[in-house]
């Protein structure tokens, strides 16, 4: 059974920095384009990032870019999140999802369009 787990979550407060990674069990998602997304209190959750199985394309959501960066490390299975300056509009569940190598695009921003999903890690961003 395959197993996303997320970690590197906490409480920071304006303008710091966190990394969240993201390990599988039961397999390597080497082949498995990966995603983040993030849900806020009262919110739907949303797309943040997302990098391609060879890790050689990213893409952010608008609110994210420049600040946040996704990267992927094949040989070792996890896929990072870091983010820098962070904002209390940052505040929310971060999730890691994969995409299954069979789907055709190398990338997506649809929650849909993501096979499996991590339980989520919080992140709280004071002010």
């Known amino acids: 059974q395959v197993q996303l787990v997320e970690s590197g979550g906490g409480l920071v407060q304006a303008g710091d920095s966190l990394r969240l990674s993201c390990a599988a069990s039961g397999r390597t998602f080497s082949s498995y384009a990966m995603g983040w997304f993030r849900q806020a209190p009262g919110k739907e959750r949303e797309f943040v990032a997302a990098?391609?199985?060879?890790?050689?394309?990213?893409f952010y959501a608008d609110a994210v870019k420049g600040r946040f960066t996704i990267s992927r490390d094949s040989a070792k299975n996890p896929v990072y999140l870091q983010m820098n300056s962070l904002k209390v509009a940052d505040t929310a569940v971060y999730y890691c999802?994969?995409?299954?190598?069979?789907?055709?695009?190398?990338?997506?921003?649809?929650?849909?369009?993501?096979?499996?999903w991590g339980q989520g890690t919080q992140v709280t961003v004071s002010s």
């Open positions: 999802a994969g995409r299954s190598p069979v789907r055709r695009d190398s990338w997506s921003k649809f929650i849909s369009e993501y096979d499996y």
């Open positions: 990098i391609t199985r060879s890790g050689d394309n990213t």
